[in-house]
């Protein structure tokens, strides 16, 4: 089924029977009446529009702090979700206000046919439609994605040389990856985010390079704390790098940073905090996620879906809703849009006002960050 059918469907994945609502006409809140009418909020009235979906746990690096040198024990295939599962819980929650989606991995690139479920989101009329990837395999994914309606990316590049390249991802080439942005920006994906975890002794020398590489082609640089994901099993001592530092040395090297709030908003509703930096003539942005030091919970507007249908409300804590069962108990048509949002409803009610991440590496979750996409 794709959204705009107006029939109800039923398709199959590993022996589940998977029966999608009716959604074609709906509209918050006129016609949808009980569970799904009104805005999703969570206990503290944060209005919930942007919705993160991981669709799968497996990876082709080993970034050093995003995933063990040895893998993380990976779901069953037939625990992930299908493309029909996602597409329903997006309709879903779509009615109650969530505007924008996210796609992450793991990396969602490995997922079969990808392009199938751009497609099929794209034709839900979201407001974004974006995804995260390590640029891998953007070269020969560019394009279709493009077409098959992806809006915005974000590419993880940590550093500009390759020997560090490699040693962080442990596998990856930094060539394949340039290579990848060039693609990518010449098929039409413009203001393309560029996320760099920074690191204490480790690029912290090569942050300056990196604004300037993203800049001289129009991508947005943004530079992200270490998080103590796994327990803090990978978060290394004394590589922690805090925004104040951050801001510290980009003003040494760059110029001052300027405020950018009244600016032209950009497209996509992450945490990044943006400044502005004279850069050859024009102002160039640059954007700071710091979930550890300065932290952004009072305006949390997002959750997350890992691979296997279980809601995260926050990245930071273990606890989630379980999605995946109300999709294979039976239910179909406006009875399942309903115990969806019923479901997510009650479990975003329990939703903390904030976490306790430490930049000493404790306060995090047992969840992998190649688990839940960041």
């Not at 560090?164 to 942005?181: A, I, P």
């Not at 004279?278 to 550890?292: E, F, T």
């Amino acid at each position: 089924m794709t959204a705009g059918s107006g029939q109800a469907g039923q398709g199959r994945r590993d022996g589940v029977s998977i029966h999608l609502p009716v959604l074609a006409g709906k509209s918050l809140p006129l016609d949808v009446q009980g569970a799904t009418a009104g805005q999703l909020t969570d206990g503290l009235a944060r209005r919930i529009s942007y919705l993160r979906i991981s669709l799968t746990d497996r990876c082709n690096y080993r970034c050093t702090y995003c995933m063990p040198e040895e893998g993380v024990e990976l779901a069953q295939r037939s625990d992930v979700m299908s493309f029909e599962e996602l597409e329903a819980i997006v309709a879903a929650l779509q009615l109650v206000g969530v505007r924008r989606v996210r796609l992450t991995g793991g990396e969602p690139t490995v997922r079969k046919d990808l392009i199938e479920l751009v497609t099929r989101l794209g034709r839900l009329g979201l407001d974004d439609l974006a995804l995260s990837t390590n640029g891998e395999r953007l070269t020969e994914l560019a394009a279709p994605l493009r077409k098959a309606g992806l809006r915005r990316l974000n590419v993880s590049l940590d550093t500009l040389d390759a020997e560090r390249f490699r040693q962080v991802t442990r596998r990856g080439d930094l060539t394949r990856v340039l290579v990848g942005l060039e693609a990518a920006r010449s098929v039409g994906f413009a203001h393309t985010k560029v996320n760099c975890v920074a690191m204490r002794g480790w690029n912290d020398d090569e942050l300056a390079a990196l604004c300037r590489y993203c800049w001289d082609r129009d991508f947005i640089p943004r530079f992200i704390e270490l998080m103590p994901m796994s327990e803090g099993a990978l978060f290394f001592p004394g590589t922690f790098l805090p925004v104040a530092e951050l801001r510290a040395v980009l003003t040494r090297e760059l110029g001052p940073l300027l405020d950018v709030e009244t600016g032209e908003p950009l497209p996509g509703v992450g945490p990044a905090r943006y400044a502005a930096v004279q850069y050859q003539g024009a102002l160039r942005r640059v954007g700071m996620i710091s979930a550890v030091s300065e932290p952004f919970c009072d305006t949390c507007n997002r959750v997350r879906l890992s691979a296997t249908g279980q809601l995260h409300a926050c990245l930071a804590y273990d606890d989630a809703i379980d999605l995946r069962s109300v999709l294979r108990s039976g239910l179909t048509g406006d009875d399942m849009i309903d115990r969806l949002v019923q479901v997510a409803r009650g479990g975003l009610s329990d939703k903390r006002a904030g976490h306790i991440f430490s930049p000493t590496g404790c306060g995090g979750p047992r969840k992998h960050m190649v688990s839940i996409g960041g």
